[in-house]
């Protein structure tokens, strides 16, 4: 059993070694009272980054999400980061509620979803929404990360 057991955390521990990091991040310009389906991420030159949305994990992959987050600023409203899933042709709201993850809104600061672990196989075409229901325009620095292993 001892043998079994040790085993077990090896590969564990083996499966845990391979996973990369896998981040998403942007500073978008939104007007008042917009929202935007798959901004330009930023190509800052991470390890991991994503460079362009929808994202569809890649075949013998798996993406797990475990934190996000977007800035707000001392306006009227909220912001807004939204993920969701899926490539429907056409788009509706009701399709990001059915297959949307937690929201991160965001006033006077900004908010962070930390302490997640949404997993998702390979195909799955993930997707960001931004909102600015803020009264006024302004740059809003956003980003989604977690790690992809397979």
Same mark, same amino acid.
């Given at each position: 059993? +001892? $043998? ?16 990369? &990091?896998?981040?998403?991040?942007? #500073?978008?310009?939104? /007007?008042?009272?917009?929202? %935007? ?13 994503? *460079?362009?949305? &929808?994202?569809? %994990?890649?075949?013998? +992959? #798996? ?19 939204? %993920? ?5 042709? &056409?788009?509706?709201? #009701? ?11 965001? +006033? ?5 979803? *930390? ?5 998702? &196989?390979?195909? *799955? ?8 229901? #803020? /009264? ?8 989604? $990360?977690? /790690?992809?292993?397979?």
């Amino acid at each position: 059993m +001892k $043998t079994l057991l040790a085993i077990a955390c090896l590969l564990l521990a083996a499966c845990s070694a391979h996973a990369e &990091p896998w981040v998403i991040s942007g #500073q978008t310009n939104l /007007s008042a009272g917009t929202s %935007v389906d798959n901004p330009t991420p930023a190509n800052a030159g991470a390890i991991g980054a994503v *460079t362009s949305l &929808p994202y569809t %994990v890649p075949a013998g +992959k #798996q993406v797990c999400i475990h934190a996000y987050g977007m800035e707000g600023y001392d306006f009227a409203g909220i912001a807004v980061l939204f %993920v969701w899933t899926g490539n429907p042709n &056409p788009v509706t709201a #009701q399709w990001r509620i059915d297959h949307g993850l937690p929201s991160a809104a965001a +006033k006077d600061g900004s908010q962070e979803i *930390t302490g997640m672990n949404f997993c998702f &196989p390979a195909g *799955t075409v993930i997707n960001i929404r931004l909102i600015n229901g #803020q /009264s006024s325009g302004s740059v809003y620095g956003w980003y989604v $990360t977690g /790690s992809i292993d397979g």
